[in-house]
T-cell receptor, first 111, second 112 residues
């Protein structure tokens, strides 16, 4: 079946450090891929998405590229800020209008 | 204007009680969802409705019953609450999963 695997957290970085959160998926066909962010005490917000192979999604300095050959959609940011501290979820679209989420990765950025 | 609103935000109740959580969306989306997030942040889909029709019904105890009076509302009723029901419950809506979901801010349910 379809599934998403994220790198385990928590991840702790200093401000201005480079961020990578790994995400790999298993799916039939070519699903759309997403990153969601959950700030403390809030619901999930769509951060970025990509709908086909080699597409790059980007938003707020975050980027992720849909890699069919490695079935990956890793999230990157060149210089993180304290305000980026949150839980990040990778997700893929499966049939029946369903999103399947990864386990979530807690990111803490220290000043 | 809140796009997906849930009430209440917090709910503390005793074991064995019956409670409801309400959700409303003003985005004109056709599909609505209930997700459960456990203490480790893991998200699990519970139900999905498309235009008032149930389309996803995961392995959830019968004590949980969704109701969609119209496509803008999806309520969740829980009977005979148990300690293990304690979690954050999120409502979401979408036009299609292709475009992603819009989530509510969650209802933190604590069963004591």
């Amino acid at each position: 079946g379809n599934s998403v695997t994220q790198m385990e957290g928590p991840v702790t970085l200093s401000e201005e450090a480079f961020l990578t959160i790994n995400c790999t998926y298993t799916a039939t066909g070519y699903p759309s891929l997403f990153w969601y962010v959950q700030y403390p005490g809030e619901g999930l917000q769509l951060l970025l998405k990509a709908t086909k192979a080699d597409d790059k999604g980007s938003n707020k300095g975050f980027e992720a590229t849909y890699r069919k050959e490695t079935t990956s959609f890793h999230l990157e940011k060149g210089s993180v800020q304290v305000s980026d501290s949150a839980v990040y979820f990778c997700a893929l679209e499966t049939s029946g209008s369903r999103l399947t989420f990864g386990e979530g990765t807690q990111l803490t950025v220290n000043p | 204007d809140t796009a997906v609103s849930q009430t209440p935000k917090y709910l503390v109740t005793q074991m064995g009680n019956d409670k409801s959580i309400k959700c409303e969306q003003n985005l004109g989306h056709d599909t609505m969802y209930w997700y459960k997030q456990d203490s480790k942040k893991f998200l699990k889909i519970m139900f999905s409705y498309n235009n008032k029709e149930l389309i996803i019904n995961e392995t959830v105890p019968n004590r949980f019953s969704p109701k969609s009076p119209d496509k803008a509302h999806l309520n969740l009723h829980i009977n005979s609450l148990e300690l293990g029901d304690s979690a954050v419950y999120f409502c979401a809506s979408s036009q299609t999963a292709f475009w992603g979901y819009t989530f509510g801010s969650g209802t933190r349910l604590t069963v004591v």
